[in-house]
């Protein structure tokens, strides 16, 4: 996926998520410790909303997303706020730092977006070589259980002053898949015009994910009930995964 037309929209889009609450939680789980040790990466970053409020927590934040327009739009905010956050882009399965840092987020199901558990390894394994001993890992899935019986085949529709967007989405249970197809309209003076983007979500097992953290020197901390709740259950929708680098991986280990 692109992300050009989507970029240009996202912010007006998700104005419901409460990027507040996402960083509150970070801020909480990370600690004081973690935030004076170092950078913290923002995996998958956007155009950077949770990176500068992150920022503005005291963390050192590097964020890295592979779509330049969602950058471009990322950037225009850094010279508004004349925010010190450093943007990267980089493709995640291909991660490629000067350094180590002492945290990693990757939030709003952006693991979701990586289409096999090979490439999950991947980026796992490249956080991994790429984060201090000891080092904290934060992401979020949608869950199976989200996958079946919430995206399943259902249309949603958002209205904002600017966009209106219909969102339809089609389940493969089989391949364990949800394909999303985006209409948007867009107000331009007194007209609308018309754009369209697709891509496609993955389901993946806790354990799957469990069991690939910990070939890549992961050991699994806590799960939550996404952001607000604590023990996850079978209907829990999102799950947040605080995993911590625990053993060293070799470069030569990364394909």
């Known amino acids: 996926m692109s992300y050009d037309i989507f970029a240009s929209v996202y912010d007006a889009l998700t104005q419901n998520v409460d990027y507040e609450k996402i960083a509150d939680r970070i801020d909480v789980l990370f600690g004081e410790k973690i935030k004076k040790q170092g950078s913290l990466l923002d995996l998958g970053c956007g155009t950077g909303t949770l990176s500068f409020l992150l920022e503005e927590k005291g963390f050192e934040v590097i964020g890295i997303d592979k779509s330049e327009d969602m950058l471009a739009e990322a950037f225009?905010?850094?010279?508004?706020?004349?925010?010190?956050?450093?943007?990267?882009?980089?493709?995640?399965?291909?991660?490629?730092?000067?350094g180590t840092a002492a945290s990693a987020v990757c939030v709003l199901d952006t693991v979701n977006h990586i289409e096999s558990l090979d490439k999950i390894c991947e980026f796992f394994r490249r956080v991994s070589l790429f984060l201090?001993?000891?080092?904290?890992?934060?992401?979020?899935?949608?869950?199976?259980?989200?996958?079946?019986?919430?995206?399943?085949?259902?249309?949603?529709?958002?209205?904002?002053?600017?966009?209106?967007?219909?969102?339809?989405?089609?389940?493969?249970?089989?391949?364990?898949?949800?394909?999303?197809?985006?209409?948007?309209?867009?107000?331009?003076?007194?007209?609308?015009?018309?754009?369209?983007?697709?891509?496609?979500?993955?389901?993946?097992?806790?354990?799957?994910?469990?069991?690939?953290?910990?070939q890549n020197g992961f050991t699994v901390l806590k799960q939550f009930d996404g952001y607000e709740g604590e023990n996850p259950h079978k209907k829990t929708e999102r799950l947040l995964i605080l995993a911590q680098k625990t053993n060293l991986i070799s470069e030569g280990e990364i394909k």
């Not at 529709?157 to 209106?164: A, F, G, L, P």
């Not at 391949?175 to 107000?187: C, G, V, Y």
């Open 132 to 214: 201090e001993m000891g080092g904290l890992f934060l992401f979020d899935m949608n869950t199976p259980f989200k996958h079946s019986s919430v995206l399943a085949d259902n249309t949603f529709v958002y209205d904002t002053d600017d966009v209106y967007c219909v969102w339809q989405n089609s389940y493969d249970k089989s391949a364990k898949r949800t394909d999303i197809d985006l209409d948007f309209f867009i107000k331009d003076g007194e007209n609308y015009f018309r754009e369209s983007e697709s891509f496609s979500e993955y389901e993946y097992t806790t354990a799957d994910i469990t069991s690939i953290l910990e």
């Open 76 to 98: 225009e905010k850094k010279y508004e706020l004349n925010s010190d956050v450093l943007f990267l882009c980089q493709d995640l399965t291909e991660l490629d730092l000067f």
